[in-house]
């Protein structure tokens, strides 16, 4: 198989496996689905936002918990924020930590918050680096000459 | 009787050099509110896909102030052409609801349908919503058909003659049922 063959199995393979394994769910493919040649950059924009806003709710969730009384509305609103944006770009397990998280907020329970928060992060670091993994199979397939494949 | 917005917007977009695909149907503009970057983003690529026009603001004062109201005063109709407001419904400020409720109040706006955006299936938001004179509340994440339909109704509502249709903002014992085909709930 040649070099363009083997990166576009590579990118399937992945693709899937993501899927599979609850990373990303068909919302992705939607995102997918809406870049074409007049918007050729349109997921990696979204997911680019995405990391931002992200970055910046987990810093935002982690000074509310260093606070010495807990805002659970506050912490409510970030975790609700966190959900829609995981949930718009399809990243499955993040948004199902903030469904936890956010019943953990509503019984303003201390220890299940930071438990949420500690793997929201996790979860959150590992969905990244997938995406980026994602994003550089793309970038090393068109470099070869070839077309990233239609899922 | 007012005429209906449809009808003065076909009158004013042949002054929108560029603004056409087909020379018969002008875009169609949209306002979507949103205080999450990523989902306007995801909006504004729905919609433009879609062939409309968007206007993509983060709050509900921004949107306010877009159409014209500023702390009540009325501004003359000059300048905006929206056919349709796409609102999420939980923003920091003004929620969707109370946008809706501002808009249903202006006597000038008030014949710009609103749609409201959810993540949460909350019957009894979707209610006060629909009372309140929203034309739909649609769950996030939106997809495609979601704005096609969007589209293919408010074309079909720009088109309808203002007199016996358009009661079904107010008459909702009528129209609305739980199994309404506009309405996206998914099944209980």
């Known amino acids: ?125 590992l969905v990244k680096s997938k995406l980026e993994t994602l994003f550089k199979l793309e970038q090393q397939i068109m470099a070869a000459g070839g077309s990233v494949p239609e899922l | 009787m007012a005429r209906k917005g449809g009808e003065s917007i076909r009158q004013r977009s042949p002054q929108k050099v560029g603004d056409f695909d087909q020379p018969s149907s002008p875009k169609l503009h949209v306002l979507a509110v949103d205080d999450s970057h990523v989902d306007r983003k995801v909006i504004e690529r729905l919609l433009r896909i879609s062939s409309c026009r968007v206007t993509a603001v983060e709050s509900g004062s921004r949107a306010l102030q877009y159409l014209g109201l500023n702390g009540g005063e009325k501004k003359s109709s000059v300048g905006f052409d929206v056919n349709l407001i796409l609102t999420d419904y939980s923003m920091p400020g003004m929620t969707g609801y109370e946008l809706l409720k501002k808009i249903k109040e202006s006597s000038h706006l008030r014949e710009i349908p609103v749609v409201i955006m959810s993540s949460e299936n909350i019957l009894a938001r979707i209610d006060r919503c629909l009372e309140e004179g929203a034309e739909e509340f649609l769950m996030k994440p939106l997809k495609l058909s979601d704005v096609n339909r969007l589209k293919d ?36």
């Open chain 2, 153 to 188: 109704y408010i074309t079909r509502e720009q088109g309808a003659e203002k007199g016996g249709r358009g009661k079904r903002k107010r008459n909702l014992q009528d129209d609305y049922t739980p199994s309404s085909p506009l309405l996206s709930l998914p099944p209980p």
């Open chain 1, 1 to 125: 198989m040649d070099l363009v063959g083997q990166l576009q199995r590579q990118f399937v393979d992945y693709t899937t496996s993501l899927t599979r394994e609850g990373f990303l769910d068909d919302q992705f493919k939607q995102l997918q689905k809406l870049q074409d040649e007049s918007n050729p950059e349109f997921v990696v924009e979204v997911v680019s936002l995405f990391f931002e806003d992200s970055e910046k709710l987990l810093n935002d969730l982690a000074s509310a918990f260093q606070q010495k009384i807990v805002d659970y509305k506050k912490v409510d609103a970030h975790v609700h924020q966190f959900k829609g944006s995981s949930s718009s770009i399809g990243a499955q397990r993040v948004k199902n930590v903030c469904v936890a998280f956010k019943t953990y907020c509503e019984a303003r329970n201390f220890e299940g918050c930071s438990i949420c928060l500690q793997s929201l992060e996790q979860e959150y670091h």
